[in-house]
T-cell receptor
Framework: DAKTTQPPSMDCAEGRAANLPCNHS???????VYWYRQIHSQGPQYIIH???NNETNEMASLIITEDRKSSTLILPHATLRDTAVYYC?????????????FGGGTRLMVKP | ETGVTQTPRHLVMGMTNKKSLKCEQH?????MYWYKQSAKKPLELMFV???????ENNSVPSRFSPECPNSSHLFLHLHTLQPEDSALYLC???????????FGQGTRLTVV
């Protein structure tokens, strides 16, 4: 799996958009970009994933650059409950059992 | 509620004790995983089971012994642990790869 680089921490004001960047300059053509988050002392939670096109779901939006070397996770209206560690993972699933490898992630602090 | 249930949520054990962690999923997934998360460290993959067969063992010490009796249940048997084994142990499951892997809440283990 390609290595990803994320800032170790970010702050965001409550109600504002949180934009979390991720660099994955060595990503291969068949690797997807996945985002998970982990709220303190809980298991990670899937947020969104994409290959080339931008994606949106009820939780967030994912913007992937045209060259696929970086991406941004957008939480449109951050709340205090979005305070968590956010993990960006470049990953290709070729079968069940090829599991995700987590790095250090970005610790997002949403402040009132 | 993610559909993956881990018990117990908290466990304190002595170094000479034998205990087991339990994970149960009713999502119909065919792969289950154990992760370890030590303080201020990324998640470390320990074991992978695919269709009840162990497909990966990431150089985990033999004092950790996994068991997967069926595709819905996964155990982690613990014996003669060390204080440095104190960590959050997370179970996850997925279907046909790790898209949207679902994690349990974890077991917080303290070895005294």
């Amino acid at each position: 799996d390609a290595k990803t680089t994320q800032p170790p921490s970010m702050d965001c004001a409550e109600g504002r958009a949180a934009n979390l960047p991720c660099n994955h300059s060595t990503i291969s053509g068949n690797e997807y970009v996945y985002w998970y988050r982990q709220i303190h002392s809980q298991g990670p939670q899937y947020i969104i994933h994409g290959l080339k096109n931008n994606e949106t779901n009820e939780m967030a939006s994912l913007i992937i650059t045209e060259d696929r070397k970086s991406s941004t996770l957008i939480l449109p209206h951050a709340t205090l409950r979005d305070t968590a560690v956010y993990y960006c993972i470049a990953y290709y699933s070729y079968n069940a059992g090829n599991m995700l490898t987590f790095g250090g992630g970005t610790r997002l602090m949403v402040k009132p | 509620e993610t559909g993956v249930t881990q018990t117990p949520r908290h466990l304190v054990m002595g170094m000479t004790n034998k205990k087991s962690l339990k994970c149960e999923q009713h999502l119909g997934h065919n792969a289950m995983y154990w992760y370890k998360q030590s303080a201020k460290k990324p998640l470390e993959l320990m074991f992978v089971y695919n269709f009840k067969e162990q497909t990966e063992n990431n150089s985990v010490p033999s004092r950790f012994s996994p068991e997967c009796p069926n595709s819905s249940h996964l155990f982690l048997h613990l014996h003669t642990l060390q204080p440095e084994d104190s960590a959050l142990y997370l179970c996850a499951s997925s279907q046909d790869g790790a898209e949207k892997a679902f994690f349990g809440q974890g077991t917080r283990l303290t070895v005294v």
